[in-house]
């Protein structure tokens, strides 16, 4: 879905931002961080990373029989491959709203991916683009929301690896400006991620993954997906993600619009048949907005029902993985969601995976906001220190509108 952006959305644009309380900057992360007390928050990330330690350390003397050792937070997912369980991911997991980003509708998540990989997401997709020979985390174009450096979101995640030795992460990336294995490949090297990353035993797709456990115990615990990018044999852990991976749909409009059908890659025709050639099933279950003029923004209003875990709903996210499972005949191998700690979407993941889950940090499933009740219009037109009127003519001058 590539709205082309009006000249006129400018005009307009530039009229409303004349009215935008100069918000971005203010607050902090610690204020809004799931209304927890300080206490609670600052031990957040290490309390779970002690536990699964501890843990690490009984499963190489025990190996596999250790039934209490959790791995992906429960220990009965240690034994399972790969691919049969379900991976709850977080979409476009840079892209903030919260206080610091003056609660910017480019937003896609409430908390960072450090929080989520605590609350126990364990698929974090990012779009990475070459800005002036940097690879960053931007949306859409680096001047609508730039979420940081990819070597730096890296070493944040290589840090939570390195503390939580017993969890296999994946990471799903998006290579919007086509760039060389290469250019990501020093980038995996110099965070030191690197380290932890899985090469698969075929370059096509495989029926059969390692168990978490086999991963576990080789550690090498990074599953590492990225899409349209050209294989290379020096970076053999950077898997081309249409390789092994099929999509449903994204830039779904209406909680109606979800469904299991196969939308890429067209080299697969359908979603059956992806599964019986050992392609991996993912679900894009995050709804858009349109705004005015071909503008669309991550659909807040409705994000209750869209994560809600219950299958009797139309649009829940228990109700599309349960309906993707039976049509399938396999549950998804990962799903992704806007503003996960919303529902919280990780229950319809559990109810998949059919696991009660242990060792997680809870985190609130409200919706952030500012509490003040300019919050709407702050949100919408003052992104990242500029006024949205300079982001409509960068997004112009870039000629279409790519959120995934
Ligand atoms: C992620 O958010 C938490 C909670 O707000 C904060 O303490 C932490 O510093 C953040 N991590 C990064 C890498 O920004
Ligand atoms: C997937 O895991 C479930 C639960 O352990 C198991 O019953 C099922 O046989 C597994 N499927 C495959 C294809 O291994
Ligand atoms: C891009 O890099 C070049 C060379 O280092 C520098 O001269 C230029 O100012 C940079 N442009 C931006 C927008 O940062
Ligand atoms: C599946 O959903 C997408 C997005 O809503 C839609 O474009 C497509 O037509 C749907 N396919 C079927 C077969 O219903
Ligand atoms: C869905 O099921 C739950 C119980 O799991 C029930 O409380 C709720 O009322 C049901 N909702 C609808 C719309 O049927």
């Known amino acids: 879905m590539l709205p082309s952006f009006l000249a006129a959305s400018v005009a307009l644009l530039a009229i409303g931002a004349q009215a935008v309380p100069q918000q971005g900057g203010s607050g902090g992360y610690g204020s809004g961080y799931g209304g927890q007390s300080e206490a609670a928050s600052s031990t957040y990330s290490y309390a779970a990373s002690a536990t699964v330690k501890a843990a690490a350390a009984t499963v190489s003397q025990a190996a596999v029989s250790t039934s209490t050792v959790a791995c992906n937070n429960s220990p009965d997912l240690c034994n399972r491959n790969y691919n049969n369980i379900t991976h709850m991911g977080a ?241 998804p191998t990962f799903i992704l969601v806007d503003f996960w700690n919303v529902g919280p979407a990780i229950t319809a993941a559990d109810n998949l995976n059919g696991i009660t889950a242990t060792g997680r940090t809870s985190v609130s499933t409200n919706v952030l906001s500012s509490s003040s009740s300019s919050s709407k219009a702050a949100a919408g037109l003052y992104l990242n220190g500029r006024t949205v009127a300079a982001v409509a003519l960068a997004v112009v001058a870039l000629g279409n509108f790519v959120w995934l």
């Open 91 to 331: 979409h476009d997991a840079a892209f903030l709203r919260n206080a610091a980003t003056g609660y910017t509708v480019s937003g896609n998540q409430f908390y960072n991916a450090t929080v989520a990989l605590s609350a126990g997401i364990r698929l974090i997709q990012a779009q990475v683009h070459n800005s002036n020979g940097t690879l960053e985390l931007c949306h859409t174009t680096c001047s609508l929301l730039d979420g940081g450096s990819l070597e730096t979101f890296l070493t944040e995640i290589k840090t939570w690896m390195d503390n939580n030795a017993n969890e296999v992460v994946t990471l799903l990336l998006v290579n919007s400006d086509d760039l060389d294995a290469s250019e990501f490949g020093s980038v995996f090297s110099s965070s030191g991620i690197s380290k932890y990353g899985y090469t698969p035993s075929s370059t096509s797709a495989m029926s059969t993954w390692p168990t978490l456990q086999t991963l576990i115990d080789a550690d090498t615990r990074l599953i590492t997906f990225i899409a349209s990018i050209t294989y290379s044999s020096t970076y053999p852990y950077l898997l081309p993600e249409f390789t092994y991976v099929f999509e449903t749909a994204y830039g779904v409009s209406s909680l109606s619009g979800f469904n299991c059908t196969l939308d890429r890659p067209s080299t697969v025709s359908s979603a059956t048949s992806g599964i019986s050639s050992g392609y991996m099933g993912l679900i894009n279950h995050f709804a858009d907005t349109a705004e005015a003029l071909g503008i669309t923004i991550p659909d807040v209003n409705d994000i209750a029902t869209t994560n809600s875990p219950e299958t009797n709903v139309t649009g829940s996210l228990g109700t599309h993985g349960a309906l993707c499972d039976s049509e399938w005949g396999e549950k």
